[in-house]
């Protein structure tokens, strides 16, 4: 069965600071792997995705993730935190034709 | 304009109504999708359709239907609401042709009194 894990529903970054945002899956079939980021009364915006190929992706506004088949991961990175970057981000896996599992959110706050 | 719209997106009902959330698109996507959002919880999944003719439940269906009246519109029913079906609803849409990648209506603020 799949499965995603968020490691910390909450995490504080200063303005300037490395953001890292933790996922875990696990999936018995090669995944496609997914973060979507959601701004306050907003719908879910794709950042990045991997499928095949190079395992380091880049997204938009800064974001970049690094699958790692050997640790089960695909955390996400942004050098250096904005203001604006403040949201809650979604990790998710697909495998298989439609099944689409999403993590439980890691709420990103950004200090001034 | 918006590529998926959800209509309404803000509703106030009591328990025991009928209430109907709609989504359209128009990315020609064959795809979609009903998530509820609950703090803490992620999104679950409700329903999906990869056609007019093909509707299958998600985690958590019970209580919920779905109708795809066309291609481009998904619309989902509370046939009786009770109070822990309040919570956040979505509608997303994905192309069969482009590795599932989902696309998110702005959502629906649905409460049950």
């Known amino acids: 069965a799949q499965s995603v894990t968020q490691l910390g529903s909450h995490v504080s970054v200063s303005e300037g600071a490395l953001v890292l945002l933790r996922c875990n899956y696990s999936?018995?079939?090669?995944?496609?792997l997914f973060w979507y980021v959601q701004y306050p009364n907003q719908g879910l915006q794709l950042l990045l995705k991997?499928?095949?190929?190079?395992?380091l992706v880049k997204g938009i506004n800064g974001f970049e993730a690094e699958f790692k088949k050997s640790e089960t991961s695909f955390h996400l990175t942004k050098p250096s935190a904005h203001m604006s970057d403040a949201a809650e981000y979604f990790c998710?896996?697909?495998?298989?034709?439609?099944?689409?599992?999403f993590g439980t959110g890691t709420r990103l706050k950004v200090l001034a | 304009d918006a590529d998926v719209t959800q209509t309404p997106r803000n509703r106030i009902t009591k328990t025991g109504k009928r209430i109907m959330l709609e989504c359209s698109q128009t990315?020609?996507?064959?795809?979609m999708y009903w998530y509820r959002q609950d703090p803490g919880l992620g999104l679950q999944l409700i329903y999906y359709?990869?056609?007019?003719?093909?509707?299958n439940k998600g985690e958590i269906s019970d209580g919920y239907s779905v109708s795809r009246q066309a291609q481009a519109k998904f619309s989902l029913s509370l046939e009786s609401a009770i109070p822990n079906q309040t919570a956040l609803y979505f509608c997303?849409?994905?192309?069969?042709?482009?590795?599932?990648?989902?696309?998110f209506g702005p959502g629906t603020r649905l409460t049950v009194t």
């Open positions: 997303a849409t994905s192309d069969s042709r482009q590795a599932d990648e989902q696309y």
């Open positions: 999936s018995s079939v090669p995944p496609y």
């Open positions: 991997y499928t095949t190929g190079a395992t």
């Open positions: 998710a896996v697909v495998s298989g034709t439609y099944k689409y599992i």
């Open positions: 990315k020609g996507h064959d795809r």
């Open positions: 359709s990869f056609d007019v003719k093909d509707i």
